[in-house]
């Protein structure tokens, strides 16, 4: 083939790369881990040559003081991005968010109806959970092709914190429009193995069709420091302590109960610290407890800005992650990747047998400790408190791991391969 016909092929070739449109209701700036996910996903594609471009709502998943001004349509970083204006009431409670849900479902399924879908695959997440039923009736109606990104499972996250009752009439309306979501969309990609057996199991999905693809943190953006050179240690007195840090959403299917219970046996012990950064719909519960136990070793701050992330994070010497009791499949704490990305070792609490277990235990990055087990917890905090080689060498594994197997590289050629399936299946 000579030069100029291999050329024309390739042209050939990237003209029939179909456009990824995301659908999310967070995205970067705003403060949702998704949102920063989805931001290093779009523009990824967009340096790879490809078209993408996102719908989203303006900056409102976080306290009002992290809302940024943003522009309504804009392109950045090549992508394309249209933010809808939507209520911004407190997510926190049921009524805010479902008022916010509704507000941003509403125009984007208008907008879905109207514009044109020849050329694109949209990627319908699960913010709000039941986004994807809007592909799935659009897809009723003419040619679009969709694939779903599962990141908390609905209806059984509700089901579990309790906000609809089990196997009541929400229930079972709500796994009937996951079941034609699911079996509508081309692809489904979730986080993890527990995520992908229950897509297949509930929903009647072909495995073949559901794919595992984990998240990702940015090597360039998070980097390992010395927690003494930090700012963040410094400005809180943490530089000469020996810190836990619990850095993230502090939602109701996280652990908090046993970090609590660990912190008040440290209560006399002045070179500890326990620090939440975030929040969540478990936060006033942990203001108020670490209130009434006393817990002046406890320290809780809000979401610290993007552009400070880096140096928050590695104001610790170990970082915490945990998933609560029937959690797993339904939900995944992302917060583990930006833990090994800074290469902090790593305590992780949750079930026996969970996907959080064998990473942790698979990589060296830390140690694992059963959901409950407050005597191996704390023996996990003695032991890596008092072993600083072995800290810095689980962090270095964490560090590594993260290298290899969890970059946003690595995950986008996986997200192309599926989204290039889903178009190509239609055309055949």
């Keep these: 083939m000579t030069p100029q016909s291999s050329s024309s092929a390739e042209v050939a070739r990237v003209s029939e790369q179909c456009e990824l449109v995301i659908l999310n209701q967070y995205y970067f700036p705003d403060v949702a881990s998704t949102g920063h996910l989805l931001h290093e996903l779009a523009t990824e594609v967009a340096s ?102 599962l990141h908390d499972s609905y209806p059984q996250l509700a089901v579990w914190v309790g906000k609809i009752r089990p196997s009541g009439p929400v229930e079972r309306v709500w796994h009937l429009v996951n079941r034609v979501m699911y079996r509508r969309a081309r692809e489904t990609i979730v986080l993890c193995d527990r995520a992908k057996d229950l897509v297949c199991s509930a929903y009647g ?104 992330l880096n140096d928050s994070l590695n104001a610790c010497d170990v970082s915490l992650v945990s998933i609560a009791k029937g959690i797993e499949g339904i939900s995944f704490p992302s917060k583990l990747y930006s833990s090994l990305a800074v290469g902090k070792a790593v305590i992780a609490i949750s079930e026996i047998g969970s996907e959080l277990q064998r990473m942790v235990e698979g990589t060296g990055s830390g140690i694992w400790v059963p959901l409950g087990d407050l005597e191996a917890l704390e023996a996990a905090v003695r032991y890596l408190r008092s072993n600083r080689a072995e800290r810095a060498a689980m962090g270095v594994r964490a560090r590594a791991a993260m290298l290899q197997e969890f970059t946003i590289e690595a995950a986008t050629t996986s997200y192309l391969e599926v989204i290039d399936r889903a178009s190509r299946r239609h055309r055949r």
């Design 48 to 149: 790879r040559g490809r078209a993408v471009s996102v719908a989203t709502s303006f900056p409102c998943y976080g306290p009002r003081s992290t809302w940024q001004a943003c522009a309504g349509h804009e392109m950045s970083e090549g992508v394309a991005v249209h933010r809808m204006r939507t209520t911004r009431l407190g997510k926190d409670r049921l009524l805010g968010r479902l008022l916010n849900s509704v507000t941003f479902l509403m125009p984007l399924f208008v907008r879905q109806l109207l514009r044109r879908s020849e050329g694109r695959v949209f990627m319908y997440t699960t913010n709000p959970p039941f986004l994807g039923i809007i592909g799935g009736i659009v897809s009723w109606m003419r040619r679009h092709d969709y694939v779903v990104l």
């Design 205 to 308: 999905v072909d495995p073949d069709h559901v794919h595992v693809i984990h998240n990702w943190a940015d090597p360039k953006q998070l980097l390992p420091l010395p927690k003494e050179e930090t700012e963040f240690a410094k400005q809180h007195g943490l530089d000469s302590r020996f810190t836990l840090l619990y850095s993230g959403n502090l939602g109701l299917y996280y652990e908090f109960a046993s970090l609590l219970e660990l912190a008040e046996r440290f209560k006399i012990d002045d070179d500890f610290r326990l620090v939440f950064v975030g929040a969540g719909g478990k936060r006033d519960w942990i203001a108020a407890e670490v209130m009434r136990r006393g817990l002046s070793n406890v320290i809780m701050l809000p979401y610290q800005p993007f552009s400070s």
